[in-house]
């Protein structure tokens, strides 16, 4: 068989697979993405393969660059890589992504046990106060109303549970002009 229809015949087996499968995702017949755990999981990753055309007899590119996995440490991501590398070499020649996927995912643990998720957030130093003197000034000015939150207030009830006397009085007159009165029988 040649490479091509080896492929073929791997992707029709991981299609049939991974069917209705949310961690599984076709972007072209060459290239996949794999979700490793949960999504609101923190030691989840993404796997991104992309099959070269002599595969299987050449190895996949495997990268984890999805924005998914812009909280994993640089140092873990390359942990993970080199496992998956081990993997590969080790299942070089045959249909092999399958065995990577469900390997990834007995072996999570592993290879996110020293995963720190990575904090993209700003920090103000302590040396910077008047910056955070400013931001204390802002919080202290009062807030603007929307035209619904005003309007919620005013439908709310005095002090005592009551409506206040006529809050209602359009729709009262809207009501009656469509029944009419006692008169009108």
Same mark, same amino acid.
């Given at each position: 068989m040649t490479a091509n229809e080896d492929q073929e015949m791997e992707l029709e087996a991981l299609r049939s697979i991974?069917?209705? &499968?949310?961690c599984f995702k076709e972007i072209s017949p060459v290239s996949f /993405?794999?979700?490793i755990g949960d999504l609101e999981d923190t030691k989840a990753f993404l796997l991104d393969v992309m099959w070269p055309e002599t595969y299987p007899e050449t190895? $996949? /590119?495997i990268t984890l660059d999805a924005?998914?996995?812009?909280?994993?440490?640089?140092?873990t991501k390359q942990l993970i890589l080199s496992k998956l590398e081990e993997q590969v070499e080790a299942n070089l020649g045959t249909a092999m992504m399958y065995t990577l996927f469900e390997w990834a995912k007995e072996? /999570?643990?592993v290879l996110m046990e020293n995963h720190k998720p990575v904090s993209t957030a700003v920090t103000i130093s302590s040396s910077d106060t008047s910056s955070s003197a400013?931001?204390?000034k802002k919080k202290e000015k009062k807030e603007q109303l929307t035209k619904a939150q005003k309007r919620r207030m005013i439908?709310?009830? &005095?002090?005592?549970?009551?409506? $206040?006397r006529g809050?209602?009085?359009? &729709?009262?007159?809207?009501?009656?002009s469509k029944t009419g009165g006692k008169d009108d029988e």
């Open positions: 991974y069917e209705g &499968d949310e /993405q794999f979700r190895s $996949p /590119q924005f998914f996995n812009n909280r994993i440490s640089a140092e072996n /999570q643990e400013s931001m204390a439908n709310r009830t &005095d002090n005592k549970g009551e409506l $206040p809050w209602n009085w359009v &729709d009262v007159i809207k009501h009656l």
